[in-house]
């Protein structure tokens, strides 16, 4: 995949300052800067941080860029046994990598003579429950030379042991009508596993190289906006209706999340503290009608504040969980963004 235009280049000022001269073939820094995150950290559940990462190629152009993250443990929710003492770490979820970039750059990207230079602005949101996230950045020049530089963060959530998980999200979809500018459309974090609460951008899901189809398989719903932004909706991979653009992504690849988006009130949202009652609110609601009639049960329709859905989607077994979703915020237009509110079934 290439994503040229998410690159830019920086004032050499600025460039000086952050990272120090060396001779080595391949450079790669962070940028130190305030709002910035550019070292080991202690974040909250769900944070949303930047990173500024530099790299420059001193003899031979680059070639390209990839960024891993391992979570450990794994990303999905612990379910606790009663007392949690009794709780034995190699239960624990294993420790998952992903590949959340892998990028070809374009030649001569940046750069003048034989070397070039690059900046990838990484918009990330750190894990939605308690663990370590490790973050891997690696540029490589066309002799196959590299550079690696990392970082870790860590979360500790407060509500670790309750029988569900919850967190909270904010999606900005692209109109479908919006100028296709590859930096504002691949960078959007739209693409969600519900059970972990991981979202991830265009370019984590989607490449021409295919090396990201094992990140296919997490996605359970996805963020879309009409064509001026006025309706936002949530769909199922699997959906054929709602018209997603999903090159690369083979149909077996595509989870068939269950949505009922009719008929639920806020109060079941409040009231719903087991998977119990997870599951009767998914059985109380119904699919989202369409305006001809037709139904679906993988597309909410456009959502509204205040809105409830019930989900059941498939875990990585094969087993059925279920879940409810709250939209908190919504804002429409050209830059539309939903906030929601999330409770999931831990097993």
Not at 6 to 22: G, N, Q, R, S, Y
Not at 157 to 163: I, L, N, R
Not at 235 to 260: F, K, N, Q, Y
Request: with cysteine.
């Amino acid at each position: 995949m290439r994503i040229c235009s998410l690159f830019f280049c920086l004032p050499m000022l600025v460039l000086l300052a952050a990272c120090a001269k060396t001779d080595a073939p391949v450079r790669l820094d962070f940028v130190g800067a305030t709002g910035l995150l550019s070292g080991n950290r202690t974040v909250a559940a769900g944070d949303t941080l930047v990173t500024h990462a530099y790299a420059v190629g001193n003899d031979q152009p680059l070639k390209s860029l990839r960024i891993d993250v391992t979570y450990e443990p794994g990303p999905a929710p612990i379910l606790y046994p009663i007392p949690t003492s009794s709780f034995k770490q190699e239960n624990a979820p294993k420790a998952l990598t992903l590949v959340y970039l892998d990028s070809l750059l374009p030649a001569n990207s940046g750069g003048a003579g034989r070397g070039s230079e690059t900046l990838f602005v990484n918009g990330l949101m750190a894990r939605t429950t308690s663990g370590k996230e490790t973050w891997t950045y690696t540029a490589t020049d066309v002799s196959g030379q590299t550079a690696a530089r990392g970082y870790h963060l860590t979360v500790h959530k407060s509500d670790s042991a309750a029988v569900f998980h919850s967190y909270s999200l904010i999606l900005r979809p692209l109109p479908r009508k919006a100028p296709r500018v590859a930096s504002v459309r691949d960078s959007r974090r739209v693409f969600l596993n519900l059970r972990s609460g991981l979202l991830l951008p265009r370019y984590s899901v989607l490449n021409n190289s295919k090396s990201l189809q094992a990140n296919q398989n997490l996605i359970d719903l996805v963020c879309v906006a009409n064509q001026t932004g006025t309706a936002v909706s949530l769909v199922a991979p699997a959906d054929t209706a709602s018209r997603l653009s999903l090159p690369g992504w083979p149909t077996d690849h595509r989870r068939a999340t269950e949505i009922h988006a009719e008929g639920l009130t806020t109060t079941q949202f409040t009231d719903a503290t087991t998977p119990a009652s997870f599951e009767a609110a998914f059985i109380a609601g119904k699919p989202y009608k369409y305006p001809a009639g037709l139904t679906s049960n993988k597309i909410t329709g456009p959502l509204a504040l205040n809105q409830v859905i019930a989900f059941r989607a498939l875990d990585d077994n094969g087993m059925n969980y279920y879940g409810l979703l709250q939209v908190t915020a919504l804002t429409g237009g050209t830059n539309p963004v939903l906030t929601c509110q999330v409770k999931v079934q831990k097993y």
